[in-house]
């Protein structure tokens, strides 16, 4: 439903198509609120009635603006409708390529996806790409306006963090210790799941001063765990989800972070979240070559090569270097890291340039 925060609240209203508890709600929520948005409660696990409910209370309250966060079916088709039916223009932050993305599941998916991913964007009044290539592939089919804002690391190490996470793990100083954080899910059709890749390298990997560190939880996890075979909590542990404020914690105790991304309309599209996280903590990252790999880097990625995450190229490659790397050579990127700012993963940044985004679509 929707709370009334104050006399601007009518003129917009924001929905994650996740749901409110999400991490793309507390997103759209900070970089609107100079705004004073309404806030619509959209519930992921009742999709359908929630496009409903949506449809019924914008024609109660009937907004300027809606900003939806997410790409989701259910939320776009209500948006389609209500701008076809109602006029009520609306702007859409997405941090995927929808067509790509959902071929990973089927063709049919990702030829029906591919229809709505440029409806949505044709017809929308703006569209905020977590990257530029989102927001450029937003204004190739047909949105009239577009700008980037791609995330912000959410929260710092807490003091002795490193030291503290370490021993929570089992891991000792000395080893080095190469992580990620995501969501683990499994994709059946390429039979993959964040860390995969890790568990592989690290299994396959001829040194015992080597270790994985994968934070999150899903369908996937136990799938890993049962690769991850004798090494499990030894040389292969799993945090499993932890929240998002003491993520910058056990990024503290990583020496390495791991990005992975296909080479191909979905991962050449992205940043990740979890790469502003990453950089944030001064972490080198481990990564496929994509663009980003090239456009950001001053000397903190390792880009190795490989079309996916879930291809043996890469997998060995990375294998080769997780064997090899040097302490000199990670302590380099290290302070590559360390040193690189940028105002596009500035907080508060990207909320003052969303706020005139928003303010001059609704003056026009």
């Known amino acids: 439903m929707i709370e009334e925060v104050d006399a601007h609240a009518g003129r917009l209203l924001c929905f994650a198509t996740q749901g409110e508890g999400h991490l793309d709600a507390e997103r759209l929520h900070y970089l ?22 949506l449809v019924r209370t914008v024609f109660t309250q009937r907004p300027a603006l809606i900003v939806m966060e997410g790409t989701g079916l259910a939320g776009g088709m209500a948006l389609l409708l209500l701008r076809g039916a109602l006029r009520v223009p609306y702007v859409v932050s997405s941090g995927d390529a929808v067509g790509p993305y959902l071929r990973l599941h089927s063709p049919f998916a990702g030829a029906f996806g591919a229809i709505y991913e440029r409806l949505l964007c044709r017809l929308c009044a703006g569209y905020i790409g977590w990257t530029p290539y989102l927001a450029g592939r937003a ?85 890993l765990e049962e690769l991850a075979g004798d090494d499990l909590g030894r040389r292969i542990v799993f945090a499993g989800r932890v929240p998002s404020t003491k ?43 994509i663009p980003a790999a090239y456009d950001l880097d001053e000397g903190f990625f390792f880009r190795l090569p490989g079309s996916s995450p879930w291809s043996t190229e890469f997998t060995d490659a990375l294998t080769r270097l997780l064997t090899s790397v040097s302490a000199a050579a990670i302590s380099e990127r290290h302070r590559a890291a360390e040193q690189w700012r940028a105002d596009a993963f500035d907080a508060r940044s990207q909320q003052e340039r969303v706020k005139a985004f928003i303010e001059d679509i609704l003056a026009g």
């Open 32 to 53: 609107l609120a100079p705004l004073h948005p309404a806030r619509f409660a959209f519930d992921h696990a009742r999709k359908g009635s929630s496009a409903l409910r």
């Open 139 to 223: 204004l190739t089919f047909g949105a009239p306006r577009a700008m980037s804002a791609p995330g912000w690391g959410l929260s710092e190490a807490s003091a002795g963090a490193r030291e503290r996470v370490r021993v929570e793990l089992g891991v000792e100083e000395r080893t080095l210790l190469v992580g990620i954080v995501g969501s683990l899910e499994w994709n059946s059709r390429v039979d993959y799941s964040y860390g995969l890749e890790l568990v592989r390298a690290v299994r396959a990997a001829p040194r015992e001063d080597l270790a994985a560190c994968i934070v999150g939880d899903g369908s996937g996890r136990a799938r």
């Open 247 to 289: 993520v910058a914690d056990y990024l503290a105790a990583f020496d390495l972070a791991s990005l992975p991304q296909s080479v191909d309309g979905v991962g050449s599209f992205r940043y990740s979240t979890k790469l502003a996280e990453y950089l944030g903590a001064g972490l080198p990252v481990l990564t496929n070559q």
